[in-house]
């Protein structure tokens, strides 16, 4: 049969078979894109023609793109560029696409999860023109394919404004109001931020008011060291900093005793909330030191010796906040500066960009250290005794921190011991009081918004019900610092069945203390409870950034039966999810215990504390804090295999010292 069929095929529709071809047609247009620098892109042709099509991309130049052969070309660039694509067919026929752009643009970049859809990096922004006068704005746009632009004024289209710039030669009444662009692409269509132009005689130009379009801080605190001598005071220099950034508009995030690994972690969710117009403070405090220039902070778990690699390298951190393009970038080290002449090279870091809006303070100058002290039955460190005191100052940032080195610099405790250093490229006088404008930019601070609550999620009130004793306990929970929460109970309403109740809080997972060691728990008692009322129990959980899942409050009500007289133990259990920054997902490895500090002390588990026994004599107190009383303790960790058995008479008013020049004991 099969024979008969071929036999029986008509030899002139075979013929024409053979001599019918079609020419080579584009089908589909390879599309531009515009991305940021290294992100890779597919450009993608479609075309159809007889028989087995090849493909050959070119560049900008003409020259064959290497491996550029098939219809899809993956490139990933730092710069823009142009390419083509000849696609022919086994008969010498061929066509050309269009020239297609890939637009690098060094802006903010995207989320890995971008699917392409526009994202606005550049917004056009409000301006007061003066009559006759020129004005341009610009909205750019990622965007994959690169996305198309409409121009609106007062919510009507502007037909022929569909170009990324906008400019308007001769300004009249009839131009001002409030621009917004339109910015879309196959996948979505998103806006700009409304600019708002307002056209005003000469003599009525009002004064430039510089401000803020956001203002957000990190703030970290070190000080239960695995391998290092431990410190008292970044707990409260920690959260009286926060307190009064709060108080400027600043969206804290304060976070204590932070492994490497979560240091990095915090910080990269920091810069997400950076962008353009915002005001950025990064606040450390804590071992540090300084080597082939660069600053270091140490990591709660750096071994001894460390090397810059167990460290986190400042000059790196404000490279990153300048690739965000803040308005104003601030960091302040209450740290040493001690020079290590460690092996192994130093970070590599670009040069930092001439944008006029960077600020160091330091703590103390180079190769010296900076100190801390009990002042007032609390402790603190000096140079941010002085910031605290200076900080809330409507004066522009580098005139706040000369006052604090003015200051410090009469210190009895540190005269000639230390001095702040402050390095700036400021080109305006920007403060940290200057005001929040959020008009305009809303779709930006909807985003800092999402990512600022998720680090600040605090469980609300709960009341939990003792079925069989009667009894009510109310939980309230209080941040004090990002990583921090403190549960109160309170019985609220007993009953006739029970007497004499206790309560007692306990959660599981059990979470580390910080403040259990001796001398840290008395600084905190009085930031416990703000309103006057005391509970009858309290609980804290510290290194929430710790948390593999949720955290179940168990309350524990024992108490007496009226009539049989027996002691009884009631338990309610509670599921709070994953609190403040344990919400954020920093740390996903396994938690581990933490050693003990260098000075001895013992970290527990869980502090759970009966308000009505928790508070030592007085005299006890004093006694215990005799040894620190106007007493500087140095924040230089020591980076030697082993530390010198050192002894201080308790009455010196020397600061303390780590002696890392003994060539003994240093280890390179």
Not at 12 to 31: A, G, H
Not at 65 to 71: D, I, Q
Not at 511 to 520: C, E, H, K, T, V
Request: net charge neutral; charged share 25%.
């Amino acid at each position: 049969m099969t024979d008969y069929l071929k036999r029986s095929w008509p030899s002139t529709l075979k013929s024409s078979m053979i001599v019918m071809r079609t020419e080579v047609v584009i089908l589909q247009q390879p599309l531009p894109v515009c991305v940021p620098p290294n992100h890779e892109v597919t450009l993608r042709v479609q075309a159809k023609g007889t028989g087995s099509l090849k493909y050959q991309w070119f560049d900008k130049q003409q020259t064959e793109v290497v491996g550029g052969t098939e219809p899809d070309l993956t490139v990933s660039l730092q710069r823009s560029g142009n390419y083509v694509c000849r696609v022919s067919d086994p008969y010498c026929n061929y066509q050309f696409t269009e020239w297609v752009k890939v637009r690098i643009l060094d802006e903010a970049g995207v989320s890995n999860t971008w699917r392409g859809e526009p994202h606005v990096v550049i917004h056009p922004k409000s301006q007061t023109v003066q009559p006759g006068e020129a004005f341009t704005l610009k909205c750019t746009a990622l965007g994959k394919p690169a996305p198309t632009y409409q121009w609106y004024r007062n919510g009507r289209i502007l037909p022929d404004e569909t170009k990324e710039t906008l400019k308007v030669e001769n300004a009249g009444a009839e131009v001002a109001g409030s621009y917004l662009c339109a910015v879309s692409n196959i996948l979505e269509e998103r806006w700009s931020e409304a600019a708002e132009i307002e056209i005003v005689p000469p003599d009525q130009l009002p004064t430039t008011t510089l401000m803020a379009t956001d203002k957000v801080a990190l703030l970290i605190g070190n000080l239960n060291y695995s391998h290092h001598p431990g410190l008292m005071a970044p707990t409260m220099d920690v959260h009286e900093l926060a307190n009064l950034l709060q108080q400027l508009d600043f969206r804290v995030v304060s976070l204590l005793d932070l492994t490497l690994e979560e240091m990095q972690a915090a910080i990269d969710k920091f810069l997400q909330l950076l962008d353009r117009g915002v005001y950025a403070v990064f606040y450390y405090a804590g071992h540090g030191y300084e080597h082939a220039g660069r600053n270091y902070l140490v990591a709660i778990d750096a071994p001894r010796p460390y090397r810059t690699d167990n460290c986190v390298c400042v000059q790196r951190v404000m490279r990153s906040m300048q690739e965000r393009k803040a308005q104003l970038n601030v960091i302040l080290l209450d740290t040493c500066r001690k020079w290590y002449n460690q092996k192994g090279p130093p970070s590599e870091i670009k040069p930092l960009a001439p944008l006029g809006n960077t600020v160091y303070g330091y703590a103390t100058s180079e190769d010296a250290e900076a100190f801390e002290v009990q002042d007032g039955g609390k402790s603190t460190g000096i140079f941010t005794k002085y910031l605290n005191k200076h900080v809330l100052q409507p004066e522009r940032v580098t005139r706040v921190l000369e006052q604090v080195s003015e200051d410090l610099g009469k210190d009895p405790l540190v005269r000639g011991r230390q001095v702040v250093e402050i390095r700036h490229t400021l080109k305006e006088p920007r403060a940290l009081t200057d005001p929040v404008r959020t008009s305009g930019h809303t779709m930006e601070l909807r985003r800092r918004d999402a990512y600022w609550k998720q680090a600040n999620v605090l469980p609300g009130r709960r009341t939990l019900r003792f079925h069989h004793s009667g009894v009510q306990v109310e939980l309230n929970f209080s941040a004090l610092f990002s990583n921090v929460l403190v549960v109160f109970g309170t019985v609220r309403n007993t009953s006739a069945v029970a007497q004499d109740c206790t309560l007692i809080l306990e959660s599981e997972p059990n979470l580390q203390d910080i403040f259990s060691a001796s001398g840290r728990s008395e600084d905190m008692d009085s930031l416990f409870v703000s309103d006057g009322q005391t509970p009858d129990c309290s609980l804290r959980l510290c290194c929430l950034q710790r948390l593999q899942g949720s955290v179940v409050i168990r309350a524990k009500l024992h108490y007496t039966h009226a009539r049989t007289k027996e002691r009884l133990t009631e338990s309610r259990e509670v599921d709070i999810d994953r609190p403040l920054i344990s919400s954020c997902k920093l740390n996903q490895m396994k938690t581990v215990d933490r050693r003990q500090d260098a000075r001895g002390h013992t970290l527990d588990h869980m502090s759970n504390i009966r308000w009505s026994q928790h508070h030592r004599p007085h005299h006890q107190q004093q006694q215990q804090n005799h040894s620190r009383v106007g007493r500087p303790y140095t924040r230089k960790a020591e980076n030697l295999l082993q530390s010198s058995a050192k002894s201080s008479s308790m009455s010196s008013n020397e600061p303390e010292e780590n002696d890392e020049n003994d060539e003994n004991e240093f280890t390179m």
